[in-house]
Nanobody
Framework: QVQLVESGGGLVQAGGSLRLSCALS????????MAWYPQAPGKQRELVAA???????NYVDSVKGRFTISRDNAKNTVYRQMDSLKPEDTAIYHC????????WGRGIQVTVSS
């Protein structure tokens, strides 16, 4: 059974940085496309950053230049480096692994204070 566990969230001031991690267990990490979906209060989850099995990355415009997604197949982990954080980045950040099926982590809170 595939399990995803996020870590690294917390409270940070605007302009600060955080690095989120998501560890996959129960399967072979390298075969999954990985992505991060923040869910802001009162909103649906939205895809903002993704990385393919081959390491190709994609970002929505609102995070380009501020957020970086990367993966370490040896550690079964995907990362999200977030710099220049803004209060509007406050959300629960969910990790997603996709191959034929999609799997979700429970999410981790990131709060950016102004």
């Amino acid at each position: 059974q595939v399990q995803l566990v996020e870590s690294g969230g917390g409270l940070v001031q605007a302009g600060g940085s955080l690095r989120l991690s998501c560890a996959l267990s129960g399967s072979i990490f390298s075969i999954y496309h990985m992505a991060w979906y923040p869910q802001a209060p009162g909103k649906q989850r939205e895809l903002v950053a993704a990385i393919t099995t081959g390491g190709v990355t994609n970002y929505v415009d609102s995070v380009k230049g501020r957020f970086t997604i990367s993966r370490d197949n040896a550690k079964n982990t995907v990362y999200r480096q977030m710099d220049s954080l803004k209060p509007e980045d406050t959300a629960i950040y969910h990790c997603n692994a996709k191959r034929r099926n999609g799997y979700w982590g429970r999410g981790i809170q990131v709060t950016v204070s102004s």
